[in-house]
């Protein structure tokens, strides 16, 4: 059973950086593609980004494209997600996911991790 745990939101000015990480666990990681999503009041979950296996591709949402940068380190079962040059539109509750080699679909989901970016 794959275990996520996120870390790292908070509240930030617009214009600051922020570094959220997730702790990935029950599996053998390097399985699993990984992505970020988030969530903001009132509105569906989005897509943030995604990263490969092997870390060796990303892909990002047009919204965050050349601001957020996702990483993985397989060593210590972790997925990072940079962000800089925050937005208040950048405000949400951010989701690590996970999705298994060959499907289509992200399985397994953490609890989230709050973002506010202030005016």
């Known amino acids: 059973q794959v275990q996520l745990v996120e870390s790292g939101g908070g509240l930030v000015q617009a214009g600051g950086s922020l570094r959220l990480s997730c702790a990935f666990s029950g599996r053998p990681f390097g399985w699993y593609a990984m992505g970020w999503f988030r969530q903001a009041p009132g509105k569906e979950r989005e897509f943030v980004a995604t990263i490969t296996g092997n870390g060796g591709s990303t892909v990002y949402a047009d919204s965050v494209k050349g601001r957020f940068t996702i990483s993985r380190d397989n060593g210590k079962n972790t997925v990072n997600l940079q962000m800089n040059s925050l937005k208040p539109e950048d405000t949400a509750v951010y989701y690590c996911?996970?999705?298994?080699?060959?499907?289509?679909?992200?399985?397994?989901w953490g609890r989230g991790t709050q973002v506010t970016v202030s005016s």
């Open positions: 996911a996970a999705r298994f080699s060959g499907k289509s679909d992200f399985g397994s």
